[in-house]
């Protein structure tokens, strides 16, 4: 296995320990370990990000593009970005329907891939799809961004202005989260269309 698959199955392997961090209380811990946990899941979030981007540079610079590689690097964001938006609609961040929207398009589309992999063919994931990647992991990004200060003016006396940012903070990353569900369901159905062969030939 070369160093870019590596980096997808370690993306894979964060993710248990992504969710332990994102969602303490479900873990007997108490409320305040949040403010240091949520930052943690942050920093592994992050990482896993990073891995993201890195695997794909490696395998296009050094021509260690592979089957697996095309399959379960998709896969693997799939993971990774499916347990941090089941973990907000826990942590009642983001509404359980938007998250519905993101995570049915997300089985549809690996079951696209599915049916072509039975084929003998390997669905790469185009540029869309990429952008929508980008976007959610930004979405999550800010839904961490934003617990992080809302446990921090929760657990310590802020001045009232601070207490009142949480509520706007909370509007614009509603507004950031519905975006990045049109551009979720825009980038299933284009890729649908392209592949509309692989469903016409059963």
């Known amino acids: 296995m070369n160093l870019s698959n590596k980096l997808t199955v370690l993306r894979i392997l964060i993710v ?3 969710l332990l961090a994102l969602t303490p209380g479900r873990f007997l811990l108490p409320a305040a370990a949040d403010l240091w946990l949520h930052p943690l899941a942050l920093v592994l979030f992050i990482i896993a990000a990073i891995t993201d981007y890195y ?8 021509g260690w593009v592979t089957n697996f590689g095309k399959l379960m690097d ?7 970005v499916m347990a941090a938006f089941v973990g907000m609609v826990e942590l009642r961040l983001f509404a359980a329907w938007m998250v519905a929207f993101i995570l049915a398009r997300e089985f549809l589309i690996t079951g696209l891939r599915l049916l072509a992999t039975a084929e003998g063919r390997v669905l790469a994931a185009d540029r869309w799809g990429k952008n929508k ?3 959610q992991m930004t979405a999550i990004i800010a839904g961490l961004v ?4 809302r446990d921090i003016v929760e657990q310590f006396a802020l001045p009232e ?10 509007g614009g990353l509603q507004a950031l989260m519905l975006a990045t569900v049109v551009l979720t369901i825009a980038s299933g159905a284009r890729y649908f ?3 509309r062969d692989v469903i016409a030939e059963r």
Do not use: C, Q
Request: aromatic fraction near 10%; glycine fraction near 6%; hydrophobic fraction near 55%.
């Open 74 to 80: 998709p896969l693997a964001d799939k993971v990774l």
């Open 16 to 18: 248990p320990v992504f």
């Open 193 to 195: 269309i392209a592949n």
């Open 161 to 170: 202005a601070a207490r009142a940012s949480v509520g706007y903070l909370h």
């Open 146 to 149: 934003f617990l992080i200060w």
């Open 133 to 135: 990647t980008i976007t």
């Open 55 to 62: 695997d794909g540079m490696l395998a296009r610079r050094h």
